[in-house]
């Protein structure tokens, strides 16, 4: 019975912590997406059929390598705001 109990305690927590938010504020990440993000691609790279970016390392990856690129000095709240975003938004990981 013990047994039991703690692997639905475990369960629980493994499940909510899959459910918990990305840190970030999704629509100051919009903001910043539009200011940033736009002039070489828009958001039809986030939903098209054989997109790159299959889970939120892959995610978290790519924006800072987009943000390089940018040149843009975004500091770390602002690439969280954008990854919250575009996870909202399209990829839908979290
Ligand atoms: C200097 C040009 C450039 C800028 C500016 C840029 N990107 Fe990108 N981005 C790219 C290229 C090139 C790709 C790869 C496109 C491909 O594979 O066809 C890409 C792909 C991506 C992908 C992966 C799409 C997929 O296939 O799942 C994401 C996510 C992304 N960019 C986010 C961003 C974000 C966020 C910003 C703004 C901070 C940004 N990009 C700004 C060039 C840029």
């Known amino acids: 019975m013990k047994k ?19 840190p970030g504020d999704a629509a100051n990440g919009k903001k910043l997406h539009g200011e ?6 828009d958001t039809s790279v986030y939903t098209r059929a054989n997109r790159r970016v299959r889970s939120v390392e892959a995610l978290v990856g790519q924006v800072q390598g987009c943000v390089r690129q940018t040149g843009a000095k975004l500091d770390r709240d602002q690439v969280n705001d954008i990854i919250r975003y575009l996870d909202e938004s399209f990829y839908e990981f979290k």
């Open 4 to 22: 039991i109990l703690l692997s639905t305690v475990l369960l629980l927590t493994t499940l909510s912590s899959n459910a918990a938010l990305l």
């Open 36 to 41: 940033q993000c736009v002039a070489c691609h």
